[in-house]
């Protein structure tokens, strides 16, 4: 079952696609329904995935390697590590909801909608899985696609717009990573004599300074577009706001981290000497973005629009820990991976809640909403909490880990990334106030109805994960710290680290202070 899994996961999913593309058109249950059943067999596999996966095993799990274009080096080479394992059960369970939550709130070419949430799905998770760059690229252009189109038929006003600016961002990256990715193929062809693009044979591409600098910039550009990271964030709020509902939870919950996930999976083991030479600058722009997607999300009017700015912030919290460049933050970015696209995603299904309901997202067309919807406003307070790292709640957990990887990295981004959780509470709590509390002024509002079934069964599994994550966050740790200490095993590789006997740990050299990258140095040498 080991060498079948990841491809069930993977396409299952199409399969699906291609079921409903033989349904009539006018058969909406039956497209529902068979969309439903399709999310929730792939989200089953991917938790039969988790409980197949060994928690303390090294390297990669349930590797798949099958030649496909032999003669350039292409194959079919799936595996998964710790990292990519949440990211695969968050991008099923995600996916699943976004499907119960689009039930009732889109009315035409229901084929074509669901059509391209499965699609999408296949797109996702291959990359998560992909351990050949050629299949990497591909997955990772497929996704882009279907969610061109969810955003641009299903969407807002500016759908169109939106859609194209997402494209066009996205496109351009991704011809960068192509031409990093031929350039790689080309440079091992040289050293061993043969072709390939298993990323795990690159890894060991001996590369100059000067190779390492360009081939770092050309993949991190793509991945800080899909982060995104500032100033390449520009095309997010657009298609957030623009997005239908679904749109929004797996634009959050899943796409973005694919950004951060490339910078662990390609960057940080291919190019060790420019991550290091590039630490200032991306840390930079993470704390940038971390106070200016703060500062602009504390004076948006639109609920969604807040919650779009407020993704810039907390993915700047993530890029930054993990250019703390050890155990402590590396974990802490993953985790605050998966806790991000579970708050953020029950933020952004929340609002669709809210926005079926009364048809506006403005915050000043509500206030009062506890005394007709008390449920709602429990769970929007719990999920509230979560985003702003309340203790107990899963987003505390990430944040405590990142400012503790940080602390031993650098003091200062350490203390400027810490004032994003003060401003994270001001929006965040500000927000609720004004819709939740006071006064209905609004008549409309006072009608209103509190969630039904079908939204309890959307939002209670989040809930859950949330406090499970916040109360025992060992479990997922456990998964994460193997492949985080392999991450610091490639990063050993840099010219400009070396081993402190000392203190035994792993330290960056330069003109300033040493940087540390592990206390852990002897699980790493194994």
Not at 89 to 109: D, E, G, R
Not at 153 to 163: C, D, K, L, Q, S
Not at 168 to 183: A, D, E, Q
């Amino acid at each position: 079952m080991e060498n079948i899994i990841l491809t069930l996961i993977i396409f299952f999913p199409t399969l699906g696609a291609l079921l409903l593309l033989i349904i009539p058109g006018d058969r909406k249950d039956s497209i529902k329904g068979i969309t439903l059943i399709i999310s929730f067999v792939t989200m089953i596999l991917s938790f039969w995935l988790y409980a197949m996966f060994e928690t303390h095993g090294l390297g990669m799990q349930m590797e798949v390697n099958i030649p496909w274009i032999e003669s350039m080096g292409v194959g079919y080479h799936l595996g998964i590590d710790g990292i990519s394992l949440l990211l695969i059960v968050l991008t099923t369970v995600l996916t699943l909801l976004a499907v119960l939550a689009s039930w009732h709130s889109i009315h035409h070419n229901l084929k074509g909608y669901y059509f391209s949430i499965l699609i999408l799905m296949t797109g996702m998770i291959g990359v998560f899985c992909s351990l050949d760059l050629f299949l990497f690229y591909v997955f990772w252009e497929v996704m882009l696609i279907p969610m061109y189109f969810i955003i641009g038929i299903w969407g807002g006003v500016r759908r169109v717009y939106a859609a194209i600016k997402f494209v066009l961002f996205t496109m351009f990256g991704s011809l960068l990573m192509l031409v990093g990715i031929l350039y790689l193929l080309y440079q091992y062809q040289a050293f061993s004599g043969e072709y390939t693009f298993d990323i795990l044979k690159l890894y060991h591409t001996p590369l100059t300074f000067i190779e390492q600098m360009w081939l770092f910039a050309a993949f991190a550009l793509a991945f800080a577009i899909k982060v995104p990271l500032f100033p390449f964030h520009t095309w997010l709020p657009d298609a957030h706001v623009e997005a239908p509902t679904a749109g929004s939870v797996i634009l959050a919950g899943v796409l973005l981290k694919m950004g951060t996930y490339g910078f662990l999976r390609i960057c940080f083991p291919m190019f060790p000497d420019a991550t290091i030479t590039f630490l200032p600058y991306i840390s930079v722009l993470a704390l940038i973005a971390i106070i200016y997607g703060a500062l602009v999300a504390m004076v948006q009017k639109d609920v969604k629009s807040l919650v779009a700015f407020s993704s810039v912030s907390h993915m700047g919290f993530i890029m930054l820990g993990m250019f703390a460049l050890n155990i402590q933050g590396l974990q802490g970015s993953v985790l605050q991976m998966l806790n991000h696209g579970i708050s953020t995603g029950a933020l952004f299904l929340m609002v669709g809640m809210i926005y079926e309901r009364r048809h506006t997202r403005l915050i000043s067309e509500f206030g009062g909403l506890a005394k007709v919807m008390p449920l709602f406003s429990t769970l929007f307070l719990i999920v509230t909490l979560s985003s702003i790292g309340l203790p107990l709640t899963n987003g505390f957990v990430g944040e405590f880990l990142i400012l503790l990887g940080l602390f031993d990295a650098n003091k200062v981004y350490a203390i400027i990334a810490s004032s994003g959780v003060v401003l994270s509470a001001c929006y965040m709590l500000w927000m609720f106030q004004r819709v939740v509390f006071g006064k209905i002024t609004n008549p409309e509002n006072e009608k209103l109805v509190d969630l039904t079934l079908r939204e309890k069964l959307v939002m209670f599994p989040l809930i859950i994960l949330i406090f499970w994550i916040g109360i025992y966050p060992k479990p997922f740790l456990e998964k994460i710290e193997p492949a985080a200490n392999m991450v610091m095993k490639h990063m050993e590789r840099a010219s400009s680290v070396k081993f402190d006997e000392e203190n035994s740990r792993l330290v960056i050299i330069d003109d300033s202070d040493a940087v540390l990258i592990s206390t852990d140095y002897e699980t790493i040498k194994k």
